[in-house]
C-alpha cells in the first residue's frame, strides 16, 4: 500500500523557520528518522521510505502554499492514488501550539493551501494533519504571525511536538486515519 504525505509550507530560506512551514518541517523530520533524503521533483521536493511493508511518499510542494494543490494533484495521479490515501500535514491558528489534530475530511477553514487543494482534486474528503501554531497575535496580525518564526519557548518543545506528528503519519500510514485519530487527537 503506498502514501502520499503533503506537507504544505513554502519554498525559500526566508520562509524556513515559520510557522506556516510547520508542514515542511514535520516531514524533513520524518524523512530524517527513515534515512530518506529530499530530491527536487516535479512541483515538489520528494523523498520515499518503507515501513513494515508500505510506502510513504512525502512531497513539500514548491508552488508556494497558496498553489499547494497543483503539486498534490500531479503526484496523486503519477502514483495513481485515491484522495483517501492522502495526508496534508499543515499549520492551524485553531489549534494551541503544538495540539496535532488528525481529520479524515473537511473543510479549508480559511487556509488557502487546503483550499487549493480541495479545488484541485475536487474533494473535501482527504485525511489531514492539523498541527496548532496558537493564535497569540493582535487584531490584524495574522499574516505576520503566520509568516512569523517561532518564539523561544516555542522552540524549546517544538521538536518533541513535530517527533509526536511524525509519529501520527507513520500510524495513519500503518492503521488508517480512524484509528490514528483515536490514538492522537485525545492527546
Known sequence: MKYL????GNPGPEYANTRHNIGFLVLDALAATFDSVFTPGRYADTARFRHKG???ILIKPQTF???SGKAVRYWLDQEDLEPAQLLVVTDDLALPFGKVRLRASGGAGGHNGLSNIIELIGTEAYPRLRFGIGSTFARGGQVNYVLGEWTKEER???DERIEQA??????????GIEQAMNTFNKK
Not at 504525505?5 to 504544505?8: D, E, F, Q, R, T
Open 156 to 158: 524549546e518543545t517544538l
Open 166 to 175: 511524525g509519529k501520527a503519519v507513520v500510524q495513519f500510514g500503518m492503521l
Open 5 to 8: 504525505i503533503a506537507g504544505l
Open 54 to 56: 508500505r510506502t510513504f
Open 65 to 67: 502554499m497558496n498553489l
